[in-house]
């Protein structure tokens, strides 16, 4: 298996612009997550999607920032307009259902998406 | 309140001393999984170890065990005969199910491994 795949890897933009970060999960995980990275906060879960549903998205910072999942193979984060404090690393996860029994699995992460708005 | 709390923002070991990461929980669920992933310089996130809440026996990968004491709710990562490459960003984990099976992450513990 590819493992989770992100899209782009890097991305530099201008503020204002139009970003959109892509992901490609793990056939047949059910959960997928978004994470954004930066020194000051640390790592922070955006939305997560079951079965592509989002199930909480209190983590998005504000409309700008908005998640799809249109089937379970594929994810979007779009953020319009940009702004530079937007600049972090964006990770996509995905993970398996529950595991048998009263078991969890792990969440398996992406390279990351490596944003600047300058 | 947080989920996840890791006490240690920095620590340093000596080459191939043990060394334990520190990591506490706060749930009401019985049923809960903890993990522990490390995120080394290039950035990639790597999991390394998981504890259910009922399993019997402490989580053991190659180097890495979890000291796990429920009663406590603490889930500590310890790391035996540190290498040089253990040089990484270390983050404790918990999925429980009163959340739809949310993922907590702590803030981290950089850890430095001294030659």
């Known amino acids: 298996d590819a493992g989770v795949i992100q899209s782009p890897r890097h991305e530099v933009t201008e503020m204002g612009q139009e970003v959109t970060l892509r992901c490609k999960p793990i056939?047949?995980?059910?959960?997928l997550f978004w994470y954004r990275q930066t020194m000051m906060r640390g790592l922070e879960l955006l939305i997560y999607?079951?079965?592509?549903?989002?199930?909480?998205d209190s983590g998005m910072p504000e409309d700008r920032f908005s998640a799809k999942m249109p089937n379970a193979s594929f994810s979007t984060l779009k953020i319009q307009p940009s702004e530079p404090r937007d600049s972090a690393v964006y990770f996509c996860?995905?993970?398996?259902?529950?595991?048998?029994?009263?078991?969890?699995?792990?969440?398996?992460f992406g390279p990351g998406t490596r944003l600047t708005v300058l | 309140a947080q989920k996840i709390t890791q006490t240690q923002p920095g620590m340093f070991v000596q080459e191939k001393e043990a060394v334990t990461l520190d990591c506490t929980y706060d749930?009401?669920?019985?049923?809960?999984?903890l993990f522990w992933y490390k995120q080394p310089s290039s950035g990639e996130m790597i999991f390394l170890i998981y504890?259910?809440?009922?399993?019997?026996q402490n989580a053991t990968e190659g180097r890495y065990s979890l000291n796990f004491q429920k009663a406590r709710k603490s889930a500590n990562l310890v790391i035996s005969a540190s290498q040089l490459g253990d040089s990484a960003m270390y983050f404790c984990?918990?999925?429980?199910?009163?959340?739809?099976?949310?993922?907590?992450f702590g803030s981290g513990t950089k850890l430095n491994v001294k030659p």
């Open positions: 996860a995905s993970s398996p259902g529950l595991a048998g029994g009263q078991g969890y699995n792990e969440q398996f």
């Open positions: 056939s047949g995980h059910d959960y």
């Open positions: 999607f079951n079965n592509n549903v989002p199930i909480d």
């Open positions: 749930t009401s669920d019985p049923s809960y999984g």
């Open positions: 504890q259910g809440s009922y399993d019997q």
């Open positions: 984990a918990m999925r429980d199910r009163s959340n739809f099976n949310k993922f907590y």
